[in-house]
DNA sequence: CGGCGCCATTGAATCGTTTCACGTGGGGTC
DNA sequence: GACCCCACGTGAAACGATTCAATGGCGCCG
């Protein structure tokens, strides 16, 4: 007994696998009677539809993916857990994948889900590289929505928060409370989102005549702020504050502050950035600027349907939010 | 241009669609120039093996389905991440499910796994009533591995973590400290990892002739830390100290306390349980029963491959480790 | 030169569903 | 009583890949 498949439950209900499947599909279409013959054929056979076969014909999968750079950063759970209800709602079924920011796993999971002919995708693509890729999806009818990321050049819809933009208000706001010299953690700048933090960033300490300190070899999580508190303290004149690119690497920068009996703020200020949770319930409560994480993920979703829906007709959509500036303990003094 | 299929490929490179085959799965018996030939078809119309076809034949899929109560929870974030990289190099793809700590959830998500013939299934159920769709799944030759799940009576492989002593040693860590009255903050008891929690902590308490106020109307996320503090402070006499199921209850419970004026450890102590990385960098840094996650995940892993390779002679293992008491600010003060 | 074996390739069967063009029989209408 | 329509069911043809027995060609040995 290895499987038990329609052609089973025909036979011991005494009629076709047509009807079977009429039974399964669209019950209305047939007889009272032999739905119920069949039925129970089905619940004594144990038997379970076989969604490859189902697929198989379909030429299409109920899988909607959800591809992060990081299953571990809340930011990307709430994004996938406003993403949810839609997906459910629609009979789908959601597949979260984790690209660990890592290009090649990306590929090889960008090309299992192509083989498995997925409903939809939503992805943060780790850098520019998949593009090519996520083209030939799009033109093999996946739609493939952009999440957190500008539209750019991109033949697809997209949601995403204005990081540039985000990037000048968390400059501004320290350069506000005095300091003259702040840096930068996060990296690589081939991360659309890392780059564009920065450059608003730039623009506005550049603007200012502030010093800026760019440090791109940390990874955005928080090893790679306790690894940006060493090299910040190693530079010839330590800024008085850092902007980190995500709230990871801002608790990161904390914990490796406070071990060094660096006091937060009054040493040294911190913003982080995404406005997670956990922020506001750290030792110090993070300033951050915040992204509608939820509604990122709900927006995407609500994409991918409406996409599907309209079929060929399509014309793609991006959708940007505007970024919050939320002032919290890391960063309430003033010089 | 739909799809286009090995029989497309097969036309253009001027070969049987079996050569095709061939090609991809086993390019040694194929002649060098034939392989080519085929290869640059492939290449040249842009075919994507369709995964639901393989499937059919060979009965099976290679996804590997994670289904954790909360993908929020960094608990279960980590346990995923412990075992994405085995399954990785055995060549499968991991799914993650949220149930959502929702039996239809749940069970509707079993379904369609079911239907998907998932190669394996690492799962920490809701509560029991998933039972019987497990040991079907497993009667159907998918391996089905319990997370952070004692055995009981399951026809299951299995890890976890003794949560009844980890229970005992967070109520007996908080009765050396001098309390006498402890809450138990989490709920339903209908979740085993709750149930057995409270276990421990309840026989502790009583042995020592400590007050417990059980508080299992709270959700295990950080609003419900934040409801059950409102429930904890509404008793005749509050408790000293808090024992919360795991660590997003222990954050809610710290956010509840603070804005109440309370302090933490000295008005009110708080212990969590997982250790998850928040904990430390908490805003008083938390007392937490650790578990090791990312072994947790490894090890499932290592267990699903185990029995896919044993076969029908395999037995299940049921894999326990012991949790370890890490002390922090939170409990810090003698009464 | 005939026969043997080997290698590369073919073609057809198969996996389990869904779908659709066709029966078939019964009941209602005129 | 002729006719039509409906409601139910049927059976076979896809869907796209894998697999395996069969085939054909070729070189080599005797």
Redesign the interface.
Known sequence: M??TSMKDVARAADVSVGTVSNVLNRPDAVAEETRRRVQAAIARL?Y?????????RA?R??NVAIVVLD??N?FF??V??GA?PLV?TAGG??????SGEDVG?EAK?L??L????VLGLLITPVDNSSAERLA?LAA??IPVILVDRGAGLHPHCSVAVDDVHGGRMAARHLLELGHESIAFAGGPTSIPQVDDRLTGCREVCEGAGAGLEVLTSVSLN?TGGREAVEQMLALPRPPTAVFCANDLIA?GA??GLTMRGIKVPEECAIIGYDDI??A??????LSSVRQPRAQLGRTAAQLLFDEISEGPGHTHRNVVFQPELVARASTAVNL
């Open positions: 290895t499987t144990g379970v539809r076989n969604d490859s076969a189902r697929q198989l030429g999968s109920r299953v571990a809340p759970t709430d996938v857990r949810e459910d079924v959601v597949t979260v994948c984790d796993r999971q090309e299992i192509e083989e498995q002919r030939r093999h009818e928080v608790l904390l914990q949770d956990f506001a319930a750290a030792a110090v409560p």
